[in-house]
């Protein structure tokens, strides 16, 4: 029997788990339902074979060529640096060190930490010196992985420039795919709670010993910022087209209009849903919940909680536009016939992706549950 303190509610419970299981299976929390043990044995050996396999395909997606775009007999191709390069050529450099950081640096670095945190538990050795430190890096790090929303970025990239020029993905472009399957499946893999224990990191569940109240201050100060970048997010241009030397700027309610209007409407969709409509309902979840602990509300707290978590998981997606924005600058430039020019609302915009992330991680569910009563007694589920 093992004894957890659910991170979501606080609850102390006990959760049947013992160190002989051998079949795999989840541990929900009995008052809030949170994940409290993802238990897959042998999960080593499976983990480090995708992370040895997707740094294979990272080297050759770094390697070759991306995408090319042929227009009026006019031929571009780029590379997964391109983006980050025009943008940075463009005067962001800001924004393109974070689109690099997450397109291949961080993703990088992920598979870096399975190899060297996994490596010497498959193989029965000692732990790392500061493994502990580095096992609680990767689960945090791994929240905030975005290589497979870039992927879904260029899909929606081609979608638009498909009614302007021929697109053909190169040996990156299907290596990177292979790279993000392999990202995926290793962090999805791993059993956190064994390997934490194993590298010495047992209170890695109980957070603090109270819910942090504190943690409301900052969550408000997040979201007033947030919901005032939102604004030019949406009322300045997010791209400005030149074509024909005529300057034509769009925001991001235009380019959801065109891509209906190209019969993409399921793009059209997407885009809409991950660039305005989750960045406001986040927004509004969040105050929501802040008010809510604030005003002392002892009612619906599995309602709230689960609204807690669908905030922190659709965060990350709102990044679709911005490098959306990093390939079009990349790929379409032809001089004075056609170009893309990041536009003043990415910064914006990018702004209300990361406060809207950092203000769902600085909150305290917990909270939710505070003016609750303990449950009585313990149980397994």
């Not at 536009?343 to 914006?348: T, Y």
């Not at 991680?361 to 397994?380: C, H, M, Q, V, Y």
């Amino acid at each position: 029997m093992q004894v957890k303190t659910c991170h979501e509610c606080g609850l102390t419970q006990k959760t049947g788990i013992t160190a002989s299981r051998s079949a795999p299976c989840r541990v929900q929390c009995c008052r809030c339902r949170s994940t409290l043990i993802k238990y897959q044995p042998k999960f080593a050996a499976r983990a480090l074979g995708y992370a040895i396999s997707g740094l294979v395909f990272l080297v050759i997606a770094a390697s070759f060529s991306f995408l090319t775009l042929t227009a009026a007999g006019r031929a571009q191709s780029i590379t997964l640096w391109s983006g980050v390069e025009t943008v940075w050529a463009q005067g962001y450099p800001l924004l393109a060190v974070i689109v690099g950081l997450q397109i291949v640096l961080m993703p990088a670095l992920l598979m870096l930490l399975v190899i060297y945190l996994l490596l010497p538990y498959h193989l029965g050795l000692k732990p790392p010196a500061i493994g502990a430190r580095l096992g609680a890096l990767l689960q945090h790090m791994a929240a905030w992985n975005m290589a497979d929303v870039f992927l879904v970025g260029v899909l929606v990239a081609l979608v638009k420039l498909s009614a302007m020029a021929i697109v053909l993905p190169g040996m990156s472009f299907i290596a990177y795919c292979g790279f993000c399957v392999c990202l995926v499946l290793a962090l999805t893999t791993i059993d956190y709670h064994t390997l934490l224990q194993w590298l010495g990191n047992a209170g890695h569940n109980s957070h603090h010993s109270r819910p942090d109240k504190r943690s409301l201050q900052r969550c408000w100060a997040l979201l007033l910022t947030a919901a005032i970048c939102f604004i030019p997010a949406n009322l300045l241009p997010i791209t400005i087209t030149i074509s024909a030397g005529q300057s034509s700027p769009g925001t991001l309610l235009d380019g959801v209009i065109t891509l209906w209007g190209m019969g993409s409407w399921p793009v059209a969709s997407v885009i809409f849903f991950a660039s305005i409509f989750v960045p406001l309902a986040k927004i509004f979840s969040l105050t929501y919940l802040c008010f809510s602990v604030q005003s002392g509300m002892t009612t619906r707290q599995q309602e709230r909680t689960s609204l807690y978590r669908l905030t922190e998981f659709f965060g990350r997606w709102s990044m679709i536009d911005v490098f959306v924005v990093a390939i079009l600058v990349s790929l379409v430039q032809f001089g004075n016939l056609v170009a893309f020019y990041v536009g003043p609302a990415v910064i914006a915009f990018f702004a209300v992706v990361i406060l809207t992330m950092l203000a769902a991680e600085s909150f305290d569910p917990r909270l939710i549950w505070n003016p609750a009563p303990e449950a009585g007694s313990e149980k397994s589920t």
